[in-house]
C-alpha cells in the first residue's frame, strides 16, 4: 500500500465532492468542497444547504446565495448566518480566501458561483437554481460582493454593513439587479453616515434597512471585538441575529421571486428596522 | 493587521512561481549547479548551466511540484550576462513556464516568460532583485498575465550555494479581479566547480 504513497502525492485524491454533509442542526447540513480556478488554484468552498436527517441534500432546486467573509475574519463566523438561510431553503457558499482576506482573490466569489450552478458530480447536482443565485458580503466582504455582482451572473446584492468601493459607485448606479444595504445604527467599523451614502450607488431597486442598535460584529457569530473596543450594541446578540435573519430572507426572497424587487413590506415588518427604498 | 499582511507577502496561500527561482539571480555562474528548493507551498529541484565557450550565457530548468494546489510546474531559460560582472550585476532571461493540473477537469498551461535581474555584491554574497512578466495560456479558456518582484539573498560557501528568496505580484486575467500573489523559497545548491 505504502510503495503507493508517492504517486499519491503528485496525483492528489481527486478533488472533494462530497456527496453528502455534517449535519449542523436539524434539516442543515454543511460540506467543504475543492475546485480549481484561475487555471491552477486550488479553491475550498463551505457549503451550507438544507438536508435529510443523514446529511444528504433535500430534493432543490433551491435559491442560493455567495457570502463573501469581512477582512481578517474567518468565514467560518458566519456559519449561523448560513445555517438559518438553509433552514429557510437556501444553499450558502462560504468560499474562503487566504489570511481571510476576500481582496486577494476576489473572483473566488465568481469561481463559488460556478461550483452552485455547474457542480461535479456531488451533491450539488440539481441543488442550486441557477438563475437564483445571490452575492453578499459583510464590511470588506460586501465591497468584494460589489465587483462580483458587476461581472454579472447574480440575480441580487446583499450588503452587510459595509459600503462599495469608490470605483464601482458608476457600474452599481446600471446594476439591474436589486440590492439591499443591511447597516447596525450602532456599527463602530462602518458608521451608519457613511454606509448611507454608499447605499446612495444603488440602482433602483434598492433598499437601505437600519437595525436599531445592531453592531458591525453582531454580524458574525460573536461581538468580541465590539466589546473589546467598548462599542456598545443596543440589542443582545440573539436578538441581532434574529433581525439580520429576517432582513436577509424577506430581501432575498423578493429579490429572487419571479418579479424581482426589494421585498419592502417585509422588510418593514422586521422588528427594528427603518427601511428606506428606491 | 500589519503582522498578518507582513505574512502575507511573505508566504502568501497562493503562490505558483510563473518562472523559475533560480534563473532569476544577476550573476550568472560559471559551470552547472544542481539545487533543490522548498516553501510552504511547494517543493522543487533545477539546474543551472552556463555556456561551454561563453561563461556569460547559460540555461536554467526547474520541476515543482505546488503542494498546497496539487499542480506541476515546468519551466525552463535561457540566461543572459548584460554587461561585465561587478559589484552590480546583471542579467536578463526569455524563458517557457508550463502547468500540468492533473485533479478534476485535466488542464494544461504554457506561456513565455522575460525577466530582467540584478545581483548586488559578490560571488560569495548578493542581494538579488528582479522583475518578471508572463503570459500562460490554459487549454481551458484563461489567459493570465502574471507580474513579479523577486528580492532575496545569494550567499556561496565552496561548491555550496544557499538563497532565500521571495516574490510577490499580481496575476491579471482578461476581464476579471486581478489576484494577489506571494511566496518564498529556501534554495540548496551544489556546483558541479568552485
Known sequence: ?278 | MKPTLALALLVGGLAHAEAGWLTAQGRITEGAELAVYGGPKSIGIGLLRSDNHNPGRGIGAELAWSLADRVVEVSAARRWQLGEPGKATFSGTVGLAGFIIPEGKFDLALGPNVGINAGFGGKAISFEVGVLSGVELFTRELFRFPQRLQVGVRAQLGRVTLRLYGRAGVDLILERNYILRADAVLCVGLLNRQ
Open chain 1, 1 to 278: 500500500m505504502w510503495r503507493f504513497a508517492p504517486l499519491l502525492l503528485l496525483t492528489g485524491c481527486g478533488l472533494a465532492s462530497p456527496r453528502s454533509g455534517e449535519v449542523l442542526s436539524p434539516g442543515v447540513a454543511e460540506a467543504v468542497f475543492e475546485h480549481r480556478g484561475f487555471g491552477t488554484d486550488l479553491l475550498h468552498t463551505r457549503i451550507v444547504f438544507p438536508a435529510r436527517d443523514d446529511g444528504t441534500p433535500r430534493t432543490g432546486p433551491f435559491p442560493a446565495v455567495v457570502f463573501i467573509q469581512g477582512g481578517l475574519v474567518p468565514e467560518s463566523r458566519y456559519r449561523w448566518w448560513a445555517e438559518a438561510l438553509a433552514r429557510e431553503g437556501y444553499v450558502v457558499a462560504l468560499p474562503t480566501h487566504a489570511f481571510d482576506l476576500a481582496i486577494f482573490t476576489i473572483d473566488s466569489g465568481s469561481e463559488a458561483r460556478k461550483l452552485l450552478v455547474a457542480p461535479p458530480p456531488s451533491l450539488l447536482t440539481g441543488l442550486v437554481d441557477p438563475n437564483r443565485v445571490a452575492v453578499g458580503g459583510h464590511s470588506l466582504g460586501g465591497v468584494v460582493a460589489a465587483k462580483l455582482s458587476l461581472q454579472g451572473g447574480f440575480a441580487a446584492l446583499l450588503f452587510e454593513a459595509s459600503l462599495p468601493d469608490a470605483a464601482d459607485e458608476r457600474g452599481l448606479s446600471s446594476l439591474k439587479v436589486p440590492s439591499m444595504s443591511l447597516a447596525g445604527s450602532n456599527d463602530c467599523s462602518a458608521a451608519l453616515a457613511d454606509v448611507t451614502e454608499g447605499a446612495k450607488s444603488f440602482a433602483s431597486p434598492t433598499a437601505l434597512v437600519v437595525l436599531e442598535g445592531v453592531t458591525h460584529y453582531q454580524f458574525t457569530d460573536s461581538e468580541k471585538e465590539d466589546v473589546a473596543r467598548n462599542c456598545a450594541a443596543g440589542v443582545d446578540l440573539q436578538t441581532a441575529h434574529a433581525r439580520i435573519v429576517a432582513a436577509s430572507k424577506a430581501f432575498l426572497d423578493a429579490a429572487m421571486s419571479a418579479r424581482p424587487n426589494v421585498g419592502a413590506d417585509a422588510l418593514s415588518a422586521v422588528p427594528g428596522s427603518t427601511v428606506t427604498t428606491r
